[in-house]
């Protein structure tokens, strides 16, 4: 009796256990119909307050910024298009957003990551070479014909490239209202105030000169 009393103790604490660490792992879960944000409210919460509800339209659920392809002409040849809560305030609380992502014939975008989201990839038009990497520093891709999708888990470092003949399109789900994006080179190479080349010489294995000469390119 005493045992089976310690086993369903412990068999609820595990419970619990995974309860609270799935709900902490995502953007938290509406507890209204919507809460589109006040994007000028002076108020600081995990997201945004909500707007009063009879202020509330269908303009704040829609978002036209997706027609148009962004300007690859760039250093890296891609653009990001974002529809996320900045864009469409009906997106608060509600745990996701779109991406719209253009690329020129060769073009990156390069490995970054999204410390809030999954990423699942649709893409539209063209041929794209994709990867992530996870944290065993195993390298996972796949080249990509349109229609094709593919997932990138959340937080893990990933990139696109266009390996075709033309211009590629691609449509992205992301499981945040605001997923954010850390890319790795500006990260560390374009970072303000910049990373003194002494840590980025140590970490990379390279000279201070090299690292210097890569920061200029992020100028
Ligand atoms: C992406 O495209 C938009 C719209 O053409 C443009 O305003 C923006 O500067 C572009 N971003 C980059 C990084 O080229
Ligand atoms: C991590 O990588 C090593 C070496 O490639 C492999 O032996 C190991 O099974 C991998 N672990 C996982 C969890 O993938």
């Known amino acids: 009796m ?11 604490f595990l419970l619990i256990c995974c309860y609270t660490h ?18 000028a409210s ?3 919460v995990n997201g945004f307050p909500c707007k ?25 040849g891609s653009n990001v ?3 996320n809560v900045m864009q469409i305030p009906g997106l608060n609380t509600m745990g996701i957003s779109l991406v719209r992502i253009d690329f020129a014939v060769g073009g990156i975008n390069p490995p970054h990551t999204h410390p809030r989201a999954t990423e ?5 038009e063209g041929e794209l070479f994709v990867g992530f990497i996870d944290t ?16 990138f888990p959340k937080a893990l470092v990933h990139f696109q490239q266009n390996v075709g003949h033309e211009n590629a399109v691609a449509i992205s789900g992301l499981s945040s209202q605001f997923p954010g994006v850390q890319v790795i080179a500006n990260s560390l190479f374009a970072a303000n105030p910049p990373i003194p080349d002494s840590v980025l ?15 200029a390119k992020f100028m």
């Open 81 to 83: 298009t974002a529809a």
């Open 201 to 215: 010489s140590k970490a990379f294995r390279i000279g201070q000169k090299l690292v210097e000469r890569i920061k």
């Open 42 to 44: 002076k108020v600081v």
């Open 22 to 39: 799935n709900v902490m792992a995502y953007d938290p879960d509406p507890l209204q119909d919507f809460c589109v944000a006040d994007l």
């Open 136 to 151: 065993n520093d195993t390298f996972f891709s796949k080249t990509l014909e349109k229609g094709d999708v593919f997932v």
């Open 52 to 76: 009063a509800p009879m202020a509330v339209s269908a303009h704040d659920f829609f978002f036209q910024g997706l027609r148009q392809p962004g300007n690859t002409n760039n250093a890296v």
């Open 2 to 12: 005493a045992n089976r009393m310690i086993y369903f103790t412990l068999g609820f």
């Open 120 to 124: 699942i990839l649709f893409l539209m």
